[in-house]
T-cell receptor, first 114, second 114 residues
Framework: AQSVTQPDIHITVSEGASLELRCNYS??????LFWYVQSPGQGLQLLLK??????LVQGIKGFEAEFKRSQSSFNLRKPSVHWSDAAEYFC????????????FGGGTRVLVKP | DAGVIQSPRHEVTEMGQEVTLRCKPI?????LFWYRQTMMRGLELLIY????????DSGMPEDRFSAKMPNASFSTLKIQPSEPRDSAVYFC????????????FGSGTRLTVV
């Protein structure tokens, strides 16, 4: 069965510093990969997605993620965080074959220090 | 498009009462998902529909929970009778086709059962 692991439950980062959130997945084949962000009191918003091709994908709000097949990882990065990036971030995987059921990780809560 | 619309945004009810949560997916989307989010269990998929037909309801916790999708533009999640442990944020999401495009989430309904 597929699974998604986000090893870090909480991360605290200073404003202006870089951020990297880890995501590891277990899947029968290379799946579709996603990162979502959830601001307090809001639903989840899609940040970026990977289907195939270039393993470095760009998303909204200055985020990027890199797919590493050998490590079954899809880590999210941002070079310089802003206070508004404080939120919870979810990694998700979905099937390339028939079906449309995303599996979400447990989330990483990011706190931004001034 | 107004996105996925959920109502109500907040619901407070007494134990034993019936609760109905509502969702209007994005027009043209053929998949609809109901999720529950709690601190303890994170995001849980309760049920999802494809073309108004329930495909997987294995996440529905008990017979007290039921979901319907009478047409392509409306779905309900009903809890009868409600219990305090049902307190959570319930999200509806919709998508088009396969997992390729990810999901669009609503803003959620925060349910409190006292």
């Amino acid at each position: 069965a597929q699974s998604v692991t986000q090893p870090d439950i909480h991360i605290t980062v200073s404003e202006g510093a870089s951020l990297e959130l880890r995501c590891n997945y277990s899947y029968g084949a290379t799946p579709y990969l996603f990162w979502y962000v959830q601001s307090p009191g809001q639903g989840l918003q899609l940040l970026l997605k990977y289907f195939s091709g270039d393993t470095l994908v760009q998303g909204i709000k200055g985020f990027e993620a890199e797919f590493k097949r050998s490590q079954s990882s899809f880590n999210l990065r941002k070079p310089s965080v802003h206070w508004s990036d404080a939120a919870e971030y979810f990694c998700a995987v979905g099937p390339k074959a028939a079906g449309n059921k995303l599996t979400f990780g447990g989330g990483t809560r990011v706190l931004v220090k001034p | 498009d107004a996105g996925v619309i959920q109502s109500p945004r907040h619901e407070v009810t007494e134990m034993g009462q019936e609760v109905t949560l509502r969702c209007k997916p994005i027009s043209g989307h053929d998949y609809l998902f109901w999720y529950r989010q709690t601190m303890m269990r994170g995001l849980e998929l309760l049920i999802y529909f494809n073309n108004n037909v329930p495909i997987d309801d294995s996440g529905m916790p008990e017979d007290r929970f039921s979901a319907k999708m009478p047409n392509a533009s409306f779905s309900t999640l009903k809890i009868q009778p409600s219990e305090p442990r049902d307190s959570a944020v319930y999200f509806c999401a919709s998508s088009l086709g396969t997992a390729l495009y990810g999901y669009t989430f609503g803003s959620g309904t925060r349910l409190t059962v006292v």
